[in-house]
């Protein structure tokens, strides 16, 4: 093996290892998910090479830049506020969702005129309308971390597959018997997965454009799904108050059916190193399971309605979650504490993500307004406020400084 590059990713902190074996050229990646201001670089070094035999001497000292810049990254204070840059009269019926590419310089937007669009962030210009579904464009997904397709599902029963450089549609999946409620592509971009109501989820190839498999086990409604970080694992959360855990190579179940919930699932998660995955329901609560034994860890208390909406952060130390109360909770995955509650929106929260530093929390509601949150001291920094219908989508794009937000007024806002 003979290291050729190294190279660095902010969120969550990593350094990438280019390296040539048996004639081939191959990627692997350092986590540094514990990184702080006050990390000995030394000491992690010395660990570091002790753990990975491609860090040589000859290059220890590029790696130690390396996690000093990293380093620099995390120490920085974060006291930006945003102002609205544009309203964008988006589409003529309401938006379903809303969802940056990697790099957060393009967006999409879903909606119940059977359309997704594509818009440019620093402009605001509409660049495709990805048109020919017969029904609700619901859920939608860029391929991140490339950003080259873009996947849509739709009422109408079908997935398709469009090029975001295009907007030409590659292919049309057809096998569901019920809507499309919620996809994802694997992080190498391969394949595409979708739940339905018809209570199965289908993997299908991004390249051919075929069925891979279909997922069946549930017994009602899939409503929320995600694949771990390595993409071979795919969690699916039904209505039938479990979530199951899947082997994507086998396209079987992996060993474990989360049960214990004792409500309709809504969302599901893993974290960034596929140790946890974090469910949310309507029984108030949301379980925290280790991805391995399929054991619950800890169930999350304290709302007083439905949870709607749940997330890790990027280093996978805290997890957030939205209710129907109107509040929104940052816990620790450590020791399942509840650290600070959210507490200032007049109406539920559907949606809630963490910026990709860590250190700020973003809620959307029906209230019409989204917040921007502080997660050491749990207060509102600032309420985006603008849109004249309920907010149901919102996203941080790659840098932290630059928010989306999706409205039933039929229009999309961008912050900065």
Not at 14 to 30: H, V
Not at 235 to 241: A, C, E, I, L, R
Request: net charge negative; charged share 20%; hydrophobic share 35%.
């Amino acid at each position: 093996m003979k290291l050729k590059r190294l190279h660095i990713r902010y969120y969550p902190p990593g350094i990438f290892l280019d390296y040539e074996k048996g004639g081939q050229l191959r990627t692997k990646s350092i986590d540094l998910l514990n990184l702080t201001p006050d990390t000995d670089v030394n000491e992690l070094l010395s660990d570091i090479r002790a753990a990975e035999p491609l860090i040589t001497s000859s290059c220890a000292e590029q790696v130690k830049a390396l996690i000093c810049k990293l380093q620099e990254k995390v120490s920085q204070k974060d006291d930006r506020k945003f102002y609205l840059f544009r309203a964008l009269q988006a589409h003529i019926l309401p938006l379903t969702n809303v969802a940056f590419n990697k790099s957060g310089s393009s967006f999409i937007t879903g909606s119940y005129d059977r359309t997704c669009k594509i818009w440019d962030t620093a402009s605001g210009e509409e660049l495709h309308t990805l048109e020919g579904h017969r029904n609700v464009v619901y859920a939608i997904a860029f391929n991140n971390p490339y950003g080259d397709k873009v996947a849509t599902g739709s009422f109408d029963k079908t997935c398709k597959l469009w090029s975001a450089e295009t907007g030409k549609c590659f292919y049309t999946f057809r096998g569901h018997t019920a809507e499309i409620v919620c996809l994802a592509f694997n992080p190498q971009s391969t394949l595409v997965a979708t739940g339905s109501m018809d209570t199965m989820a289908k993997l299908w190839d991004v390249e051919s454009g075929k069925e891979v498999s279909t997922l069946a086990g549930h017994f009602a409604e899939i409503i929320s799904l995600s694949f771990n970080t390595t993409g071979d694992r795919l969690v699916t959360g039904s209505f039938d108050h479990t979530a199951i855990l899947w082997d994507v190579s086998t396209g079987r179940s992996v060993f474990h059916v989360l049960t214990g919930h004792r409500g309709e699932i809504s969302c599901v998660q893993f974290n960034w190193d596929c140790s946890l995955i974090a469910t949310a329901s309507l029984d108030k609560t949301c379980k925290v399971w280790d991805a391995d034994s399929g054991q619950c860890l800890a169930t999350l208390l304290g709302h007083n309605d439905e949870v709607l909406d749940v997330c890790f952060n990027y280093t996978g130390q805290l997890i957030a979650t939205a209710s129907a109360d109107g509040t929104s909770r940052v816990f620790s995955a450590e020791t399942f504490q509840c650290l600070c509650q959210l507490e200032g929106h007049k109406g539920e929260i559907s949606k809630v993500c963490f910026n990709p530093q860590g250190s700020r929390v973003l809620t959307a509601s029906v209230d019409k307004t989204a917040r921007v949150w502080c997660v050491n001291t749990g207060a509102c920094l600032q309420a985006l406020e603008g849109h004249s219908d309920e907010i149901f989508s919102c996203a941080f794009n790659y840098e932290g400084d630059t928010i989306i937000t999706g409205s039933k007024d039929n229009t999309c806002r961008i912050w900065h």
